[in-house]
């Protein structure tokens, strides 16, 4: 059981933004491959406190390996650690995410990435009809102390269908729903920093909840899911 992330993960992950090459891999992997189970126990344990209180159905820890056949850097290695928390569908929605990055890059992640199309349209007609309950929930003091606002993709002025005088457009006209919240190099490696997290975690269930009902309804309130 671990609980705390190791202090040796910062300093291996800077090394390895300065010498991001298979070589210098290759020669460090055995340090590594240590570091990195460590950190593969912190997720799995955080996976364990997040089910005391939800459902989770898979712990993912991504490869440090990087795909680089699309993309213009060609580094072949990520110098952060990242881990998503999936919740059993199809009931209940919204992931969680935990991004490990020095120099007080890392950060938490919740919400809804890239919702397909059908839900995206569930959620704006949701928004569209009545969007006093979403904003009752976000606007919440003790919410937004930990969570801020909004963050995502958004079109520019209104989605096909939808009005862009609507007093709800700044919601409707969103392509992804999601919250951060960026953590120091400090607040990482201390001994709390698991209990810390999942406490973040369980306040955006109210967010999770309200977009769970709507996700696993029609308009008028119909379940779509088979119980």
Do not use: C
Request: no cysteine; charged share 35%.
């Amino acid at each position: 059981m671990n609980e705390t992330i190791p202090r040796e993960t910062f300093s291996f992950l800077t090394r390895l933004s300065e010498n991001n090459n298979r070589e210098w891999f290759t020669e460090n992997k055995k340090e590594f491959k240590e570091i990195e189970r460590e950190v593969k126990q912190f997720y799995n344990q955080l996976g364990e406190y997040l089910n005391k209180h939800d459902q989770i159905d898979k712990v993912k820890v991504f490869r440090i390996y990087r795909d680089v056949r699309f993309s213009k850097n060609k580094t072949p290695y990520k110098t952060h650690f990242g881990g998503s928390f999936y919740r059993v569908k199809p009931k209940l929605r919204g992931g969680y995410y935990l991004h490990i990055q020095p120099n007080n890059e890392s950060f938490l992640a919740a919400g809804f990435w890239d919702p397909n199309k059908e839900d995206l349209l569930r959620i704006r007609k949701e928004f569209e009809m009545d969007d006093t309950e979403i904003r009752n929930i976000i606007n919440k003091k003790s919410f937004k102390d930990i969570w801020g606002a909004f963050e995502g993709d958004e079109v520019k002025t209104a989605p096909k269908g939808f009005s862009r005088d609507h007093a709800a457009i700044d919601l409707i006209k969103k392509k992804q729903f999601i919250f951060t919240k960026k953590l120091t190099d400090k607040q990482v490696t201390s001994s709390n920093f698991m209990t810390e997290v999942d406490a973040h975690f369980q306040a955006i269930r109210p967010f999770f909840n309200y977009m769970s009902e709507v996700l696993t309804t029609d308009l008028n309130g119909v379940s779509l899911i088979d119980e």
